[in-house]
C-alpha cells in the first residue's frame, strides 16, 4: 500500500474522493492541487496538511497562500507548480484526478521522476498514447487505471498469463441519460438534462462527455494504450445498472467480469493498495436486491462519438489529439451555453475532417497538434 500520494486536481470529484479514501486508509496526503476552488482547497490544507500545493491560476494560488499562511504549506502555480507538485520527493504515486489536456504535462514530469501513476486523466493516454506508455517502461513505472471501465478490465487480467489467450476487452457503458433517444430527441436537449446521470456523481465535463457517449469512445482509445489491444478487440456494451464495470473473455469461453456498486472509491482504493485490497467503508454489492441486469448494444447512429474515436485511434498520428481537443473545447462551449448539446458531435467530426493525418512522436508535436484543432474550432463560424 502506497504511503504518501500527491494528488493533481485534488478539488474535483475523484480528487475529493481520493482524498476520503487516503483518509479511511491512513495514507499521508504530501501535496495536492487546484484551479478555482480556493475555499476547498484551504479546507483540504487544514484536514490533510500537505506539505505543497499548487494553485494553476497566480492570482487564485496568491489569495490561498494569504488565506493559509498560518500553515507550513508551500504554495507553488502555474505548469511548473503542477509538474513540481506531480514530482513531490515524498509521493509513492501522483493520483491524475485533473480533467482535461492540462494533466499531460506533469503526468510526463511524475514519470521522469519515476513515480507511479493512478491515472483517471483520459487525455493522458488519449492524446499521449505510445510516448506516455514507453517512457512509463523505460522508467520502471506502473499506469495503474483508476477509470471504473479500465480498473475492471485491469483487474480480470490479473489472471492472465498469456495475451494470446485473450479474445476481446469488453467495457460497459451506462448509456447516459439519453439512452434510447433519437438524433431529434436530442436537439431538444438541455444543459441540466445533460448533466443529469442516471448512476454516477461525476464532474461536468465527463458527466457531458457520458450524455454524448465520447467517454465511452475515449475509453476505447485508452484502452488500446493501457492493454496493448487493437482497436477491433475491443467492445463496448450498454448496461444500465452500472454494476458490472467490465469484462475480459477469453479464447476458450470464459468471460470475466468485475462488479461493485457504482462508486469511484473502489478503483481509485484499488489503485493506491494494488497488488493488495483493503478492507472498504465502500458499500458492499447486494446482488439480491438488484434482481436485473440488462445489457444493450450501443446506437452508434446516434451517438457517433465512438465511432469518431474508432476512427481516430485506427489512424493514429494526429487524429486521437485533434478529436480530443475539439470534444474539449465543444463541451466547454456547451457548458457555458454558446452551443446545442447536438453541436458537440458535429464540431468533433468538423475537426476530424479538417486535419490530415499527421505523424506524432514528441511532446511537442502532441501539445501543437492539440493547439491547431482548438484554434480551428474557437475560429469557427458557430451560430447557435
Known sequence: MKKNIAVLGSTGSIGTQTLEVAKNLGIKVGAISGNKNISLLERQAREFSPEIIAVFDEKNAKKLKENIRDLSTKVVCGMEGLCEISCFSKSDILVTAI?????????????????????????????????????????????????????????????????????????????????????????????????????????????????????????????????????????????????????????????????????????????????????????ALNLGKIKNLSFYPPDTNVFETINICRRAIKQGGNKPITVNAANEEAVGMFLANKIKFTEITEIIKECEKHFAYAKISTLEQILEADQKAREFIRNMDIKS
Open 99 to 283: 480533467s482535461g489536456m492540462i494533466g499531460l504535462k506533469p503526468t510526463i514530469a511524475a514519470i521522469n521522476a519515476k513515480k507511479d501513476i493512478a491515472l483517471a486523466n483520459k487525455e493522458t493516454l488519449v492524446a499521449g498514447g505510445n510516448l506516455v506508455i514507453n517512457l512509463a517502461k523505460e522508467n520502471k513505472v506502473n499506469i495503474l487505471p483508476v477509470d471504473s471501465e479500465h480498473s475492471a478490465i485491469f483487474q480480470c487480467l490479473q489472471g492472465c498469463h498469456d495475451k494470446k489467450d485473450l479474445k476481446k476487452l469488453i467495457l460497459t457503458a451506462s448509456g447516459g441519460p439519453f439512452f434510447g433517444k433519437t438524433k431529434g430527441d436530442l436537439k431538444s436537449v438541455t444543459l441540466k438534462d445533460a448533466l443529469n446521470h442516471p448512476n454516477w456523481s461525476m464532474g461536468a465535463k465527463i458527466t457531458i462527455d457520458s450524455a454524448t457517449m465520447m467517454n465511452k469512445g475515449l475509453e476505447i482509445i485508452e484502452a488500446t494504450h493501457l492493454f496493448d489491444m487493437p482497436e477491433d478487440k475491443i467492445d463496448v456494451i450498454i448496461h444500465r445498472e452500472s454494476i458490472i464495470h467490465s469484462m475480459v473473455e477469453y479464447k476458450d469461453g470464459a468471460v470475466l467480469a468485475q462488479l461493485g456498486i457504482p462508486s469511484m472509491k473502489i478503483p481509485i482504493q484499488y489503485a493506491l493498495t494494488y497488488p493488495k485490497r483493503k478492507t472498504s467503508e465502500t458499500e
